[in-house]
């Protein structure tokens, strides 16, 4: 799965793909992203590229008051296009998630999990593969909300969890966002996944589990 992630560049300045399309609002770097929070997606509409806020916890869009609570963080990549929360965003809804890195958690024997992080060893950004549905909370307020969608992870993180996000390659990202429905699945069907030796994972403080700690040593490499 993937339940925690970072964003400390500003994906505009670091990504050709997004130079021309500033995020609304002033950049902010961000080490401890959490379910329930807002993120800035990249979406399509009309063949073009915008930004969305987005809720990150997906509300499925036959859910109504007090159902509007459940909300899905991730979204199974081999049965996305199947189930029924999800299956309307993966035909029409399909957006790019910005993240340089990602947490997951280890658990061995009774004690505490320990939470290790992820990224690309050159720290440049990349785009995992997003859902998003119009909703309304369970206030009855009209909001977006999101999915990121998970595939069974690669060495080295395949050590530590047995999910990971899907990363998009570089060279899908349009077609991911462009794609009619009718080739939804086949796009999916043809992602190829990172290089194993293109990441790193090293163990991280505790401290990443609150969510309110927001801060660059979250993912300084424990003991260091």
């Known amino acids: 799965m993937c339940g925690r992630f970072t964003l400390t560049r500003?994906?505009?300045e670091a990504v050709p793909f997004l130079r021309g399309l500033p995020i609304p609002e002033p950049f902010q770097p961000r080490y401890n992203i959490a379910p329930g929070q807002l993120i800035w997606v990249t979406a399509a509409a009309e063949g073009r590229l915008?930004?969305?806020p987005v809720r990150w916890g997906l509300t499925p869009p036959w859910a109504s008051g007090p159902a509007t609570s459940?909300?899905?963080?991730?979204?199974?990549?081999e049965t996305v296009f199947e189930k029924p929360a999800f299956?309307?965003?993966f035909l029409r809804r399909r957006c790019l998630i910005w993240a340089d890195g990602f947490y997951e958690w280890h658990r061995s024997g009774r004690g505490r999990a320990?939470?290790?992080?992820?990224?690309?060893?050159?720290?440049?950004v990349f785009a995992m593969a997003g859902l998003w549905e119009e909703g309304h909370d369970p206030k009855g307020e009209s909001e977006l909300t999101g999915a990121i969608l998970t595939m069974e992870a690669i060495p080295p993180v395949r050590l530590i969890?047995?999910?990971?996000?899907?990363?998009?390659?570089?060279?899908s990202w349009e077609q991911w966002l462009l794609a009619p429905p009718q080739e939804?699945?086949?796009?999916?069907g043809h992602l190829s996944p990172p290089a194993p030796e293109a990441l790193e994972v090293y163990a991280v403080s505790m401290r990443v589990n609150d969510p309110r700690?927001?801060?660059?040593?979250?993912i300084d490499p424990l003991n260091t």
């Open 87 to 89: 299956r309307r965003a």
């Open 184 to 188: 939804a699945r086949s796009v999916l």
């Open 50 to 52: 915008r930004w969305l």
């Open 70 to 77: 459940k909300r899905f963080i991730n979204a199974r990549r």
């Open 213 to 218: 700690v927001d801060e660059p040593g979250l």
């Open 161 to 171: 969890h047995a999910r990971m996000p899907l990363i998009l390659p570089p060279e």
């Open 114 to 124: 320990q939470p290790y992080y992820i990224r690309f060893r050159d720290g440049g």
């Open 10 to 12: 500003n994906p505009v």
